[in-house]
């Protein structure tokens, strides 16, 4: 098994984010809803999601998003709802997510 699917015939290869979907400025995109919202979680987690699809270097079928979904619900019953455990603002302004699966831990940290 090779790690990334770097011998997996179906991978051909690591797909570049295209310049406009790189946010350098601050604005979230969210600004007329707050975040706690569900329809800015909802929008949140499609951005984040469709984002994933376009620079996964790997295909994320919805089979593996329902696994990595999983795996976070269980983290967070594991870490009794703890999303992090760094010492972080309550209300922080941007927050590096580093291989985090879906996508999900992000919107619930929104």
Known sequence: MS????????VTG??????DDIDDDDDNGYADSTLGS???????????????RRASP???????????NLKHHMSTLLFDGKLHFAPI??????????????????????
């Open 38 to 52: 569900d329809e800015a979680r909802y929008q949140m987690y499609n951005h984040i999601e469709s984002i994933s």
């Open 89 to 110: 603002s309550r209300n922080p302004h941007r927050i590096l997510d580093l291989g985090t699966g879906s996508g999900k831990w992000a919107v619930d940290a929104g």
């Open 58 to 68: 790997v295909p994320l079928s919805t089979r593996e998003i329902d696994r990595l």
């Open 14 to 19: 690591v797909i570049e984010a295209a310049a």
């Open 3 to 10: 790690f990334l699917g770097a011998q997996d015939p179906h």
